[in-house]
């Protein structure tokens, strides 16, 4: 599968912003789509990821209350909603695909900046 993330920019502390994730290649029917953010210095890590059968979606506690996972079937695309943004929030946000059989992320989007200044 072949993913395209986008929506990212320069924002301020308490802005929103949506990013996109559409994937290509393949029908997502068992696939989980995720959402991985890398700051600067700093490993990546897991911010949230859905199910694409059930739209089941889980989150990492730090953006729990803020940011919101959602699926659109006849778009083949991922939304991630972000609210109450924080200079915290600075890194590069890529989406990735995994099987829902597996544990390992095999497939990434290029990544989308998001800049929060305070």
């Known amino acids: 599968v072949q993913l395209q993330a986008s929506g990212g920019g320069q924002l301020q502390a308490g802005d929103s912003r949506t990013l996109s994730c559409v994937a290509s290649g393949r029908t997502l029917t068992n696939w989980i789509i995720g959402w991985f953010r890398q700051a600067p210095g700093k490993e990546r890590e897991f911010v949230s990821h859905?199910?694409?059968?059930?739209?089941?979606?889980n989150y990492a506690d730090f953006v729990k209350g803020r940011f919101t996972i959602s699926r659109d079937r006849a778009k083949n695309t991922v939304y991630l909603q972000m609210n109450n943004l924080k200079p915290e929030d600075t890194a590069i946000y890529y989406c990735a695909a995994r099987s829902s059989m597996g544990r390992t992320y095999n497939s990434w989007g290029q990544g989308t900046q998001v800049t929060v200044s305070s």
């Open positions: 859905i199910t694409w059968n059930l739209a089941t979606p």
